[in-house]
């Protein structure tokens, strides 16, 4: 992967031209620029990264400064100028940290609160600072692949923390690379602002709808997805299957095409070095472009990543390293 092909990994996205609503001339006019402290309380210290819909930063909050907290530190997402020109970009933020808020897990970034700054106008996430880099930056340095000790510790890390989504009702809608980051050693899925509740909470988690907007990275949506299908489990299935797949191989699946052109090119897998064949058999299913021969949740994939062992002399090899 090169640093161009990292920035090509950008999402996708649109709001819907339909609704009269989402007009950015009927957004909140002028738009003003981020204040160097919002809410009076974080002060906006650096830039951390910036994805296909908001901005991050890194800040100091100030009231626990002042209480005496050694790390006040704490990352502010807030949505890109483009964004912010948009009445919906706010419920778009907001519903990121509605899913967010609700999942505790140790592999998921912990969203703090959702907060308005009045004199700006603009919204943004506090959140805990994740240190580390993101699997896209990782994967720059493994053009071959990760030995399989070591792709399938952070495999099995991803697994989790999307089957525990799952299991609490979110679809995360935009697992790739860039949204995943080794921290400390340790495996922190972020920007579920794409995702979607489903199940018994559906209604009662405002979170802007998806007919408002559509979206996906092209290398990572299943056929599906693009062809306008709702996202589904089987769509974040396709995607965690398509990173996987990167890590122990070095390389996108479909050689960094998307599903609707592979699959229009007829184009073969090749199983991945180094790769256990049954843990190869459930991956393919994955990557399937036919969503019936996808399996329907990620127990499959975690049971064949557990009863494969690494070798027990490789440990815990990334706790120093990222
Ligand atoms: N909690 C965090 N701590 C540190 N850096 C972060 C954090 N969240 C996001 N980032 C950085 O900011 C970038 C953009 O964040 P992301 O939430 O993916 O935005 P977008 O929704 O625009 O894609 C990430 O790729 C990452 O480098
Ligand atoms: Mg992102």
């Known amino acids: 992967m090169s640093e161009q092909a990292l920035a090509s990994d950008q999402t996708y996205f649109a709001f ?72 919906d970009g706010n419920a778009l933020l907001h519903g990121e940290f509605a899913m967010t808020v609700r999942l505790h897990h140790r592999h998921i970034v912990r969203c703090h609160s959702f907060e308005l700054d009045r004199g700006s106008e603009r919204a943004f996430i506090v959140m805990e600072q994740l240190r580390g880099c993101t699997l896209d930056h990782l994967l720059l340095r493994y053009p071959q692949g990760l030995p399989w000790a070591e792709a399938r510790e952070i495999s099995l890390a991803l697994l989790e923390a999307l089957a525990y989504a799952h299991t609490q009702g979110v679809l995360h809608g935009d697992i790739k690379p860039g949204n995943l980051m080794l921290d400390d050693g340790n495996i922190r899925l972020f920007d579920f602002g794409l995702g979607r ?66 699959q229009g090119m007829g184009l073969a897998l090749a199983a991945p070095a180094g ?20 399996s329907d949740s990620l127990e499959p994939l975690l049971a064949a990543f557990r009863a494969n062992p690494a070798s027990p002399r490789f440990g815990r090899w990334f706790g120093r390293r990222a």
């Open 275 to 294: 790769m256990p064949a049954p843990v190869w058999k459930v991956l393919k299913r994955g990557l399937a472009f036919d969503v019936a021969k996808r």
């Open 197 to 262: 509740i489903v199940g018994d909470d559906e209604a009662s988690v405002p979170i802007l709808a998806r007919s408002r907007f559509c979206a996906w990275t092209p290398r990572y949506a299943a056929p599906e997805l693009i062809d306008g299908g709702a996202l589904s489990m089987a769509t974040d299935i396709y995607a965690v299957a398509c990173v996987i797949y990167e890590l122990c191989h070095g390389q996108h699946p479909y050689r960094r095409l998307s599903a609707k052109q592979a």
């Open 16 to 87: 819907a031209e339909s609704a009269s609503v989402l007009s950015p001339a009927q957004a909140r006019q002028p738009l003003k620029a981020l204040p160097d402290v919002l809410c009076g309380r974080y002060k906006i210290e650096r830039l951390l990264g910036v994805g296909g819909m908001g901005a991050v930063y890194r800040g100091c909050d100030l009231l626990r400064e002042q209480l005496g907290d050694p790390a006040p530190f704490v990352a502010l997402k807030a949505l890109s100028d483009e964004f912010a020109e948009y009445a």
